[in-house]
């Protein structure tokens, strides 16, 4: 029978790293730590930062925000808001919004929510049925990823956060490295950095704690310590072009351990290669609503011009 490496509590999980098997216990601390050393190697964190945490109340921001409430302990003037963006989906959103109010109270860390239809004056759904009419539709991930980035930077400076954490994982970050790949994308490619960027103009530095941190290992966390979160699937989620990368990839993985790490570690040795990354696209303030862009007009500003939405960010 199947024994633990760590004590004798019964076998829970086996870690990918160093195979050994973990009982429920010694597995959650093993990931409390992992994330502790990612933010020690990246340096993501000072002792006085106040965390904007994306929160959507999904499986995977649901654990980083169990893990980082318990890993600030150690930093006492760090401080956490949790942070939800209501992209405005209905049957979608709409329920995941009580669940995060619910997660936030029991791990009392103040919350804000912040609408599209509040910042952009549309919802979510609103802006894809108009683009839907047009010639080259873009697909909804992309115009959501755009607009949830700058609605997030912007509640993040609202609640006066210094960093803002997303909960990237290390599936997510292969697969970025790997799109960006896929679409020949050099720029995007290289600014991919693990290290937080340096605060640019209205830009604040995000940091992903997760992303030595798996999928399944995510998964076996929230089940280890029983965590409630909404796992009601995105009805634009079919869209992406993420899911063919990521069934390549946990093919892969499946077939070839550590293929997930192999790609961030690779990146992670180009990208120290390449000097100056910065200066590959000057940034710009754009030149309606006054954002920090690599475009003389932000992609946020441009898409809604595109559509035909009256522009509310525009000066
Ligand atoms: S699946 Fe796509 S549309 Fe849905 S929330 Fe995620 S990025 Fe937005
Ligand atoms: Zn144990
Ligand atoms: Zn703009």
Same mark, same amino acid.
Do not use: E, H, W
């Given at each position: 029978m199947l024994q633990s490496n760590?004590? %004798?509590?019964p076998p829970f999980m086996?870690?990918? %790293?160093?195979k050994k098997v973990y009982c429920k216990t010694h597995f959650t601390g093993l990931i409390e730590d992992r994330v502790q050393k990612t933010i020690n190697r990246y340096n993501l964190l000072k002792r006085e930062d106040h965390i904007g945490l994306g929160y959507s109340g999904g499986k995977d921001s649901t654990v980083l925000l169990d893990v980082l409430s318990k890993l600030i302990e150690r930093f006492p003037q760090c401080t956490l808001t949790a942070i939800t963006i209501d992209e405005g989906i209905k049957g979608y959103r709409d329920d995941c919004l009580e669940i995060t109010q619910k997660i936030t109270q029991k791990y009392q860390i103040p919350h804000v929510i912040l609408s599209f239809k509040h910042?952009?004056?549309?919802?979510l759904d609103q802006i894809i049925e108009k683009s839907?009419?047009?010639?080259h539709a873009m697909s909804a991930c992309a115009i959501c990823g755009i607009l949830r980035r700058r609605a997030l930077n912007y509640a993040a400076r609202q609640v006066n956060a210094t960093k803002i954490a997303t909960a990237h994982n290390l599936d997510d970050e292969a697969q970025s490295i790997l799109m960006n790949l896929v679409r020949g994308d050099f720029s995007k490619f290289i600014r991919l950095t693990r290290a937080p960027v340096q605060k640019f103009g209205s830009l604040l530095p995000r940091i992903r704690p997760?992303?030595?941190?798996?999928e399944p290992e995510i998964v076996q966390y929230a089940y280890a310590k029983e965590l409630e979160y909404h796992s009601f699937p995105c009805p634009y989620a079919s869209s992406a072009m993420r899911n063919d990368i990521r069934t390549f990839l946990s093919e892969m993985e499946k077939k070839r351990p550590s293929t997930l790490q192999n790609v961030v570690n690779l990146h992670d040795s180009l990208t120290q290669h390449?000097?100056?990354?910065?200066?590959l696209d000057p940034p710009f303030l754009c030149q309606k609503c006054g954002e920090v862009s690599t475009h003389e007009v932000c992609p946020v500003c441009l898409l809604l011009d595109n559509l035909g939405f009256e522009n509310p960010l525009e000066k």
């Open positions: 760590c004590c %004798q509590n086996r870690d990918f %790293q160093s910042i952009y004056g549309a919802t839907l009419t047009m010639k997760f992303v030595r941190v798996t390449v000097p100056k990354v910065t200066n």
